[in-house]
């Protein structure tokens, strides 16, 4: 991991001087982790054109020292803002980028105030846009932790009946990842049964599963610091045939979607792909969410399949493909996969099954 840190240092280094910087300073939590591979809660990057500093407390040098291996740790005393100026004199620098969407006013007045010769330059994703191509290790992290939700699922399906709770469901779904080798779930289960379907994010409740109801099943494995995120929608007995027509429709919005995928292909094209089928369909106002997103250190970060996105898919992106459709007081559907980007299209890294299964 060494490598591939130092590999992330070098990439933001050369990147420097065509945005006309000297430096650039890193706040956001998973940004910091990208960069350093240090998982201390409290911290900040600052990295020159030969130079780079993880600034943390008391609390977390140890951690620090043991973790990070080619960035200089330095403990900050309680001073963050004078250390950070510090070693930006000390390393020449004079345009220092930041991460304006991840500083609060406050912190943005703070620097101001202190960098009395120091041009802060906002720099948006610079990080971000780094971290949308995965590196061959962490392609291995997003394969095992898809691997792990499969097996999940291929497990629940055997435990679902009726009279179940939601949330043991979700319990049963994250000891099992767990006993697969994931630290957690890494974000709230969704289990959304009956009418709860119609909840996009119907985290898993009290609400008792039954006969004839659709279930929808929205987790991932958080393992080694990495995502998975799958979706699947079953039934315990036959649903309601409204509830099976809108099935078989996200199911090939899916399909058609995954199957066009390839670099070079536009985020917001990708994204109309699925909106255009379902609206069709004649459910277009009942699908209201973006068509997938990026996976990584974050559930849900860059790149994102939206109507408004920028942007173009690229070999090495790992994304999500999630359709669905909500309606009110009935139900929902949504079936969603995990897929790495190659040089031709695209390669399944969740492959529970898509069809309909009936429990």
């Known amino acids: 991991m060494a490598v591939h840190k130092m590999r992330i240092i070098s990439s933001l280094q050369s990147k420097l001087s065509a945005h006309n910087l000297d430096g650039i300073l890193i706040y956001a939590p998973h940004n910091r982790k990208y960069v350093t591979k240090f998982t201390g809660t409290a911290g900040a990057v600052l990295i020159g054109e030969s ?10 040098i140890a951690q620090a020292e043991a973790q990070v291996k080619d960035c200089k740790v330095v403990n900050h005393g309680g001073r963050l803002v004078d250390s950070i100026v510090e070693k930006a004199a000390a390393s020449g620098i004079t345009r220092l980028g930041f991460e304006e969407n991840h500083f609060t006013y406050k912190q943005y007045i703070e620097l101001k105030t202190a960098f009395q010769d120091v041009e802060l330059i906002p720099i948006g994703h610079f990080v971000e846009d780094l971290r949308k191509i995965k590196l061959p290790e962490e392609i291995e992290c997003l394969q095992e932790a898809a691997r792990i939700a499969d097996v999940a699922f291929n497990h ?9 709770k939601e949330q043991e469901i979700a319990t049963e779904l994250e000891r099992v990842m767990k006993e697969q080798g994931a630290t957690s779930a890494g974000t709230p289960i969704i289990v959304a049964s009956g009418w709860r379907g119609a909840l996009p994010h119907g985290v898993a409740s009290e609400k008792t599963v039954e006969v004839n109801e659709m279930i929808t099943m929205d987790f991932g494995a958080y393992y080694k610091d990495y995502h998975s995120d799958l979706t699947r929608t079953v039934s315990i007995g036959e649903p309601q045939e409204k509830l099976v027509e809108i099935y078989n429709i996200v199911l090939e919005a899916l399909e058609r979607t995954v199957a066009a995928l390839a670099p070079g292909m536009p985020l917001k094209e990708a994204d109309a792909l699925c909106r255009k089928f379902i609206r069709a369909e004649g459910y277009g106002d009942f699908f ?24 173009v898919l690229e070999e090495g992106m790992v994304i999500t493909v999630e359709p669905g459709i909500y309606l009110p007081e009935i139900g929902g559907v949504r079936i969603e996969d995990d897929l790495l980007l190659t040089k031709g299209g695209v390669k399944r890294l969740t492959t529970s099954e898509r069809q309909l299964i009936r429990l």
Do not use: M, N
Not at 295 to 308: A, N, Q, Y
């Open 288 to 311: 209201g969410h973006g068509a997938g997103h990026g996976l990584g250190l974050e559930i849900h970060e860059e790149p994102f399949l939206s109507p408004k996105s920028s942007g």
């Open 51 to 60: 130079s780079a500093f993880l600034f943390t407390d008391f609390r977390y």
């Open 156 to 164: 629940i399906q055997s435990f679902i009946k009726p009279g179940l």
